[in-house]
Structures are given as C-alpha cells and as structure tokens.
C-alpha cells in the first residue's frame, strides 16, 4: 500500500454502476432483459464531452485501471502505468471511463450475480456473450453518460478487439482507435491454450456442472492451473530466463514433485492469488469470447472488408516478443486498414516481457503512446 499517492496517479477512486433495464439482444440468440455494468472514471469531462475516452479491458482486467479504492489497497488500477496526469492518457486533459464487461465477476451482470428472474446465482446459465455484445453494452453506457462520440477508443489484447468492434460497428462514435497487442482473431494455438484451462476448471471435482457456488465451493485447483497455464503464454521465454533462470528455491534439489525451482513458486503464487480474485465461470466465458471473435468471418476471411465501415485514425502497437498475440497479427490488421486507405500509424516496439508488455511503462511504447494521445487531445482542444 502506498504511504502517500504518488503526484502522477488519479489518486482515490470509487466505483459507479448503472441498471440498464432495455433487453439486451446476444449474438448467441438470448436476451438480456436487464443488466448492470459497473464502470470508473478519471478526469474532467468538457462541456460537450468531446474529451471522454473508453478504456476496454483484457480477459482478467476490469473497470478499475488506475488510483486506489483506499490507502489500504495493495497495488492501484491494472493501466495505473498509462492512466493520469501527464501519462498518455493524461487525465488532465481526458475524461477516461474504464466499464467492466458483461460477464466478468467484478460488479457487472455476470455468473457470479443473481439472476433476478429466479434469485439464484446466474452459475453457467449466464448467456456466452462476445465482443460485439459487449460494444453493444458500452454504447449504451455512453449513451447515459451523455457521450455522443469517444475522443478515442484504447485497449490492449482482448481489449483491443473490442476497439476492433468498436470501430466497425459504430464508425460515427469514435475518431480514434487505439489497439495495443491485438490480433484479428485467434490462432488454433491461442484457441488450443483457451481449452486447456477450459478444461483443467471443468474437470476439477468442485466444479459442479458450474453451479459450484450453490454448493458452498470454488473449483480452486482447476482455475489455478488454468491461470498458470496462461500466464506462461503471457510471458516470453527471455522475460522467464532473465527472471528465474534456473535458480532454486533452496540451496538443493529435492528429488520429489513439490516446489523446487523459483519459476514452480511464482507460478504457484500467480494461479493462488488468482483465485482468490477471479471467477470460474467468468474465465471460461472470457476465453470463449476470445476465441469466438473474427469479423473477417462475415466477409469471406476479407479484413480489409470486415474493417471497411472505419472512419476512425488508428493507432496500433505491438510488442517484439509477444509470441501470443505476436507483430505478426498486428501487421495483419495494418494492411487490412491500409488496403483499405484508412489512416493507420504502426509502431512495433523492442521489449522483452512479452504479451504482458502491454501493461508495463516500457520507455518506447509510453513514447509512441502519449505522442499520439498528445495528438489525440490537441484535436479536442482546438486552436
């Protein structure tokens, strides 16, 4: 916990939510019939809100991204190192809303809420949502706040699909487009992994079909290894090399199957604390709208054409060693935006810790980042 805020964060922060009771229609053939999203805000609005930005979280993030709910929190907001005064998403000059997707397992509508049609758990009868479904919810949340057009739409990894979709489906909302280690869609590989962990939580004894909470449980050993599995892919071979090597736990190898080498404890530590933090359920249907998300499946597998309806100057970085959501599939979305003459800037920044780089003050990344956002606000501002 910090002894005092630092001068650069937004400081204490609280929590909003808003009950939406308009039925919310799901790509899966379900309705919503009513719904509530939790969201948090950093900054000032101006008069006509031309300076409000959304922020779209990754698989495990949620609304809060940045400052502290109180002196007693541990660490502050998961983007603190990109969220207030005078970092790229200068809250001096930006009114930033950071919303918690439908869901997740942080306040939103999701498994781990009642459903209010029956006043038991939603459990895994909480409809499969993707990411079209979640920008449908946002604007509908930007609606409430009064915000007719995002100055930009930001987010890293899943968080950049939805900036995707954000950009394709509603082209007059936002001007710009930030979408930091994204992809397209998935690879087999990256869907490979997503069944993996789906897998290790469905199997574990306590997961009850999903309806673990009625039963008083959590299927804690399965969503462990299901985070640890994927937070090795969020970490590059080097980042673990420089970081663990590898280095012991004790002075001596122990010749058995407990703790043995620093990178078995960290890992251990990583998926522990996971669940400490974080749903079943809401894991399993995150990773499914990872995997579900293609626009270019409505176009015979044309990006450029899926991406025809933007309007809005992009920005998208990647990260060298991000092998999960790797340069490659950055560059794919370039040239789908390229070929399709929209203005497009593209930086591939040198760093070593791999997909996970995304969150971190990387020097080059803050430096291409705040150098567009510094573009970003001078529209808003004006002569």
Same mark, same amino acid.
């Given at each position: 916990?910090?002894?005092?805020?630092?001068?650069?964060?937004?400081?204490?922060?609280?929590?909003?939510?808003?009950?939406?009771?308009?039925? #919310?229609?799901?790509?899966?053939?379900?309705?919503?019939?009513?719904?509530?999203?939790?969201?948090?805000? &950093?900054?000032?609005?101006?008069?006509?809100?031309?300076?409000?930005?959304?922020?779209?979280?990754? #698989?495990?993030?949620?609304? *809060?991204?940045?400052?502290?709910?109180?002196?007693?929190?541990?660490?502050?907001?998961?983007?603190?190192?990109?969220?207030?005064?005078?970092?790229?998403?200068?809250?001096?000059?930006?009114?930033?809303?950071?919303?918690?997707? $439908?869901?997740?397992?942080?306040?939103? !509508?999701?498994?781990?809420?009642?459903?209010?049609?029956?006043?038991?758990?939603?459990?895994?009868?909480?409809?499969?949502?993707?990411?079209?479904?979640?920008? *449908?919810?946002?604007?509908?949340?930007?609606?409430?706040?009064?915000? +007719?057009?995002?100055?930009?739409?930001?987010?890293?990894?899943?968080?950049?699909?939805?900036?995707?979709?954000?950009?394709?489906?509603?082209? =007059?909302?936002?001007? *710009?487009?930030?979408?930091?280690?994204?992809?397209?869609? #998935? !690879?087999?590989?990256?869907?490979?992994?997503?069944?993996?962990?789906?897998?290790?939580?469905?199997?574990?004894?306590?997961?009850?079909?999903?309806?673990?909470? +009625?039963?008083?449980?959590?299927?804690?050993?399965?969503?462990?290894?299901?985070?640890?599995?994927?937070?090795?892919?969020?970490?590059?071979?080097?980042?673990?090399?420089?970081?663990?090597?590898?280095?012991?736990?004790?002075?001596?190898?122990?010749?058995?199957?407990?703790? =043995?080498?620093?990178?078995?404890?960290?890992?251990?530590?990583?998926?522990? !604390?996971?669940?400490?933090?974080? =749903?079943?359920?809401?894991? $399993?249907?995150?990773?499914?709208? #990872?995997?579900?998300?293609?626009?270019?499946?409505?176009?015979?597998? =044309?990006?450029?054409?899926?991406?025809?309806?933007?309007?809005?100057?992009?920005?998208?970085?990647?990260?060298? !060693?991000?092998?999960?959501?790797?340069?490659?599939?950055?560059?794919?979305?370039?040239?789908?935006? $390229?070929?399709?003459?929209?203005? /497009?800037?593209?930086? +591939?920044?040198?760093? *070593?810790?791999?997909?996970?780089?995304?969150?971190?003050?990387?020097?080059? &990344?803050?430096? /291409?980042?705040?150098?567009?956002?510094?573009?970003?606000?001078?529209?808003? +501002?004006?002569?």
């Amino acid at each position: 916990m910090p002894e005092s805020l630092p001068a650069d964060s937004v400081g204490l922060v609280q929590p909003q939510s808003l009950h939406f009771d308009q039925p #919310l229609e799901l790509d899966c053939g379900r309705t919503l019939p009513e719904y509530e999203l939790v969201y948090e805000t &950093y900054g000032t609005p101006n008069a006509d809100r031309s300076n409000a930005i959304l922020v779209c979280h990754a #698989l495990s993030g949620d609304h *809060h991204a940045a400052g502290y709910h109180s002196m007693e929190d541990r660490k502050p907001g998961w983007w603190e190192a990109c969220i207030g005064p005078g970092k790229p998403l200068d809250t001096d000059r930006f009114f930033i809303v950071a919303v918690n997707n $439908l869901g997740s397992c942080k306040g939103s !509508s999701g498994p781990n809420t009642i459903n209010p049609e029956t006043g038991r758990y939603w459990g895994p009868d909480f409809p499969i949502v993707t990411v079209r479904d979640w920008v *449908h919810s946002h604007a509908r949340l930007a609606d409430a706040l009064g915000i +007719e057009q995002w100055a930009a739409v930001v987010g890293g990894s899943l968080g950049g699909m939805q900036v995707m979709q954000w950009a394709i489906d509603y082209p =007059d909302r936002l001007r *710009h487009a930030v979408i930091i280690a994204g992809a397209p869609r #998935l !690879s087999a590989q990256n869907i490979a992994f997503n069944e993996v962990a789906r897998q290790a939580i469905m199997s574990d004894p306590e997961f009850h079909d999903g309806y673990y909470l +009625e039963h008083g449980t959590v299927p804690r050993h399965g969503l462990m290894l299901a985070r640890m599995l994927g937070h090795i892919t969020y970490l590059s071979d080097e980042a673990m090399r420089a970081k663990f090597g590898r280095e012991l736990r004790t002075e001596q190898i122990n010749f058995g199957y407990d703790v =043995d080498f620093q990178v078995e404890s960290y890992l251990r530590y990583q998926g522990q !604390s996971f669940v400490d933090r974080f =749903d079943a359920n809401t894991y $399993l249907l995150m990773t499914r709208a #990872l995997d579900y998300f293609d626009p270019a499946a409505e176009t015979e597998d =044309d990006l450029a054409a899926a991406l025809a309806p933007v309007t809005a100057r992009s920005l998208v970085i990647s990260f060298t !060693s991000d092998w999960r959501f790797s340069p490659e599939r950055s560059r794919e979305i370039v040239k789908a935006l $390229l070929d399709g003459n929209k203005h /497009v800037a593209y930086a +591939e920044v040198q760093a *070593h810790q791999g997909h996970d780089a995304f969150l971190m003050p990387i020097p080059q &990344y803050m430096a /291409v980042f705040r150098t567009y956002m510094e573009g970003v606000a001078a529209e808003v +501002e004006g002569p």
